[in-house]
């Protein structure tokens, strides 16, 4: 039995299926205290039979180094109740026997598009998404990306746009690229969320602006072949093409991948890309 859990900040979804990311089927629910959640988690597993092995993919950020003592747990989230609890603790204690592989929630969404998705054959590929923060996952040569602790896209510090006065709204850093463009960001500065914003409205170019900027950092870092934005706000009419002539205008025809157009694109897998990418943990050893 392979199984796969996806943990967002708002939802959680729990599945079984196969490692090549074949969903059989699954279940989606709120998620609330890390208690209930991975009650209602492991209660639903243990009806379906017993996991040999299990892919998360978790809100971060999260230990996922498993060398590290205190591999699992949860770090320094604003997600209330979070902050130091063991996901790999409480679900070894359900399932002892089981082989557990964790990632963050956007490094298994990137891992699933850039096998069967949007980046299909591609080696190197960044996943953003961008709901009430922003995050990104990235592949590497074919690896998914790590480092001391995992990808930090939200918080790279970025240049302000000539004309924002915006404070921000990230706790930690306030003007960091999630506390300018991230849907909390958008809800405080324009009275309105991302949804309820008409396409010509001014928010997406400032969104746009934000974004391409991003990029262009990542560019210089960890240069994807194609960049995925999923999430929320990216449904918006229009924001792909926008970012992506944002970014062709910034990036000064220096970046070779950037006029492999389409370069930014929205995710094939649309909300299943963390679930079935946390399916595919099971067989790639990540």
């Not at 949804?195 to 934000?210: G, I, K, S, V």
Request: hydrophobic share 40%.
């Amino acid at each position: 039995m392979i199984s796969a859990m996806e943990l967002g900040g708002t939802k959680t979804v729990v599945a079984i299926g196969e490692s090549d990311g074949t969903l059989i089927e699954e279940m989606r629910f709120p998620t609330s205290t890390p208690e209930d959640t991975l009650k209602t988690a492991i209660e639903w597993f243990s009806r379906k039979g017993t996991p040999e092995a299990m892919g998360i993919a978790a809100f971060g950020p999260v230990q996922i180094n498993p060398k590290a003592e205190n591999w699992g747990e949860m770090l320094a989230t604003p997600k209330p109740n979070w902050s130091g609890f063991s996901i790999t603790n409480a679900l070894s204690e359900a399932f002892p026997e089981m082989e557990i592989t964790l990632e963050t929630d956007v490094n298994a969404a990137c891992l699933a598009e850039a096998r069967i998705g949007a980046a299909e054959g591609l080696e190197n590929v960044a996943y953003i998404t961008i709901g009430t923060g922003i995050g990104a996952g990235v592949l590497c040569d074919g690896r998914l990306l790590h480092g001391a602790l995992h990808p930090e896209f939200g918080h790279v510090l970025l240049p302000r746009k000539s004309d924002d006065d915006f404070e921000g709204v990230c706790p930690f850093h306030g003007d960091c690229l999630e506390g300018m463009a991230s849907g909390s960001a958008i809800a405080k500065r324009w009275q309105k969320s991302g949804d309820e914003l008409p396409p010509d409205h001014p928010a997406w170019d400032t969104e746009a602006w934000y974004l391409a900027h991003g990029i262009q950092a990542l560019l210089g870092i960890a240069p994807p072949e194609r960049v995925v934005i999923g999430g929320g706000v990216s449904q918006a009419e229009g924001l792909h093409e926008k970012t992506e002539k944002q970014l062709i205008e910034l990036a000064g025809g220096y970046f070779p991948a950037v006029g492999n157009s389409p370069y930014v694109v929205p995710p094939k897998l649309g909300q299943d890309a963390g679930i079935r990418g946390a399916l595919m943990l099971t067989g790639l050893g990540c």
